[in-house]
Nanobody, 121 residues
Framework: QVQLVESGGGLVQAGGSLRLSCAASGSIFSINAMGWYRQAPGKQRELVATISSGGTTNYADSVSGRFTISRDNAKNTVYLGMNSLKPEDTAVYYC???????????????WGQGTQVTVSS
């Protein structure tokens, strides 16, 4: 099996910063795209940022310029640096990854359990 475990969430004041981490473990041959999504109360889950295995990044307009996604392929870990946080960034943040468990098999998509980020005004 494959597990994605997020960490780094918490309570921060508006204008502050947080750094989320997500480590993938288990039966892993390779990881393709990794990303972060978030879901606020009463809203649908939305994309925050993604990063390819080669380092190409993509951001939601709402976080572009404030958030930075990065990854350490040797550690199967993806990070999300969040600066200039706003109350509207409050949500549960979920890690996502496309993982190949064995050579010559398909990639499967996995989710973490989520970590709460709360930004107070």
């Amino acid at each position: 099996q494959v597990q994605l475990v997020e960490s780094g969430g918490g309570l921060v004041q508006a204008g502050g910063s947080l750094r989320l981490s997500c480590a993938a473990s288990g039966s892993i041959f390779s990881i393709n795209a990794m990303g972060w999504y978030r879901q606020a109360p009463g809203k649908q889950r939305e994309l925050v940022a993604t990063i390819s295995s080669g380092g190409t990044t993509n951001y939601a307009d709402s976080v572009s310029g404030r958030f930075t996604i990065s990854r350490d392929n040797a550690k199967n870990t993806v990070y999300l640096g969040m600066n200039s946080l706003k109350p509207e960034d409050t949500a549960v943040y979920y890690c996502n990854a496309d993982v190949r468990r064995r050579r010559f098999t398909d990639y499967n998509n996995y989710w973490g359990q989520g970590t709460q980020v709360t930004v107070s005004s």
